[in-house]
């Protein structure tokens, strides 16, 4: 199996399918905060993550018939605000990676092709005891884009908005203060006069329709 060095590029985050020796590759790198802070960035959203300290990826990629298998595991360590009291949210987060890399090319053709019915089971050469869950990705002209990869796994794991009770926050808090401060306010607000809504809506109406 052929070990790929670090560099501070990650230039080695682009394969060469035709290029892979036939026993295997072998990755493993320390992301950078700013690299991946820059992988994950949203313009337009304001609570996009942000990388707090350095990821650590190890990966292996296999071919097989006419597949790349990647395997392997990265743990990273993300910031977002709360969208509910706009504080800074820790999370940490491990990825395992099992996918099977198939060239879009194929993929298209695939969708070209008119829908047939057939054993699922069979077409993809899994038995009824196999237990491993056969996850795909795509890869074009011939290059895997593994920081691509990355981003993905790393959106499909995360939540879409952070809060500060999130089960894979760190320093977790049972409620935002913003959130509690809201819901005593209302609630002391509405016990102590039932009716105070009632009081409200009384007031905007005009004086000739007041009882």
């Not at 320390?30 to 300290?53: I, M």
């Not at 959106?155 to 500060?164: M, Q």
Request: net charge negative; proline share 5%.
């Amino acid at each position: 199996m052929q070990t790929i060095e670090p560099n501070k590029l990650l230039t080695h985050l682009f394969v060469r399918v035709d290029r892979m020796v036939v026993t295997g590759l072998h990755i493993k790198e320390e992301l950078p905060c700013d690299w991946l802070s820059e992988l994950l960035d949203e313009p337009k959203n304001e609570f996009a993550w942000r990388a707090s300290k350095p990821a650590i990826i190890e990966l292996e990629l296999h071919p097989e018939a006419e597949t790349v298998r990647l395997t392997g595991f990265g743990s990273f360590w993300l910031n977002s605000f709360c969208v509910r009291c706009m504080k800074d949210v820790p999370f940490a987060l491990s990825l395992h990676f099992n996918l099977h890399l198939l060239a879009q090319e194929k993929e298209i053709q695939e969708d070209l092709i008119e829908m047939e019915l057939f054993d699922a089971d069979e077409y993809l050469g899994l038995s009824e005891e196999s237990d491993k869950e056969l996850n795909e990705a795509y890869y074009q002209n011939g290059v895997i884009d593994i920081s691509a990869l990355i981003k993905e796994q790393l959106f499909l794991e995360l939540p879409s908005y952070a809060v500060c009770n999130h089960p894979q926050a760190l320093n977790q808090v049972a409620l935002c203060e913003l959130a509690v401060v809201k819901t005593v306010a209302a609630d002391a607000h509405f016990k102590k006069n039932p009716f105070a809504k009632l009081a409200d809506l009384l007031v905007q109406l005009p004086e000739n329709e007041k009882m």
